[in-house]
């Protein structure tokens, strides 16, 4: 009897061994402390992040300022039928940015623009205040997108700047609203300039007015400039200068209330 009870000890004690759980995790397997981070997650925290990921979660979809914002230039919501300088054909595109990165963008002359959204025009937050920007005494409805698609014109490349649609059209207000609308364009800088009255074309303009005090100077020299004239004049309409091609390359200064007109000159830009 006493034989047999120590033969059955370790039969007892080996069966107990196969049953009991191991604490150590099997080969290939997940231990309790690699779980996902909603099972090991605390009652009324969040869920730690998985690794390798960001603590801060992802990136935001927002657009930074400057850059349209869905719905304000979608593709498909406005078309830009664009034309070059060449011989190449005419280009529809769908959206500013692919006006900006179209192969072809450094040839091109210039584009329409049509509305595309279908029914009414219904101007999103930021194609409103662009308006307001441009027509600050208020459009009618029908004239809110004509206001609109000026304003879409002028953030497209347009290859002579003082040509029919061009920067030396457009009134400072749209143009002001065109550099606020799409201050990244290629040419973003160029319609600040316009838009600051530091970059004019030919005509008259007021100091302090459409055009900013300090120096000027013919930078881009038009088709006619050797039969370039300008003037300044005071506010009485006295002579203070003037010239022609060879004197429009020094500085012309101009103070506030002069006026300063040019005749078949080119793009006057301020000296700094």
Not at 18 to 44: D, I, K, Q, V, W
Not at 239 to 249: I, M, N, P, Q, T
């Amino acid at each position: 009897m006493r034989r047999l009870f120590l033969m059955a000890v370790p039969m007892v004690m080996a069966l107990a061994a196969c049953t009991l759980p191991s604490s150590e995790p099997t080969a290939g397997t997940s231990s309790p402390a690699t779980n996902s981070a909603s099972a090991t997650a605390g009652p009324g925290q969040p869920p730690s992040s998985a690794p390798g990921s960001s603590e801060s979660g992802p990136a935001s979809s927002e657009p930074s300022d400057g850059d349209p914002a869905a719905g304000d230039d979608e593709p498909g919501r406005f078309s830009y039928l664009c034309t070059s300088l060449d011989a190449s054909p005419e280009v529809q595109l769908s959206s500013l940015a692919e006006v900006w990165a179209a192969t072809n963008y450094t040839r091109m002359d210039s584009c329409g623009v049509t509305f595309e959204g279908g029914g009414q025009f219904d101007p999103t937050p930021r194609e409103a205040e662009a308006i307001s920007t441009a027509a600050p005494q208020g459009v009618a409805a029908d004239d809110g997108l004509a206001t609109m698609l000026d304003i879409l014109r002028l953030c497209t490349r347009i290859s002579d700047e003082t040509g029919p649609g061009g920067f030396e059209e457009a009134s400072k207000s749209t143009l002001v609203a065109a550099a606020e609308f799409c201050p990244d364009a290629p040419q973003g800088k160029i319609i600040a300039a316009w838009a600051e009255g530091t970059r004019v074309g030919d005509g008259t303009h007021v100091a302090g007015e459409n055009l900013e005090p300090g120096g000027l100077q013919l930078i881009r020299p038009g088709a006619a400039a050797a039969e370039c004239t300008w003037s300044v004049s005071s506010q009485d309409g006295s002579f203070v200068a003037g010239g022609g091609l060879s004197e429009a390359g020094n500085r012309v200064e101009l103070k506030p209330g002069q006026k300063f007109t040019s005749d078949k000159c080119g793009i006057w830009g301020k000296m700094y």
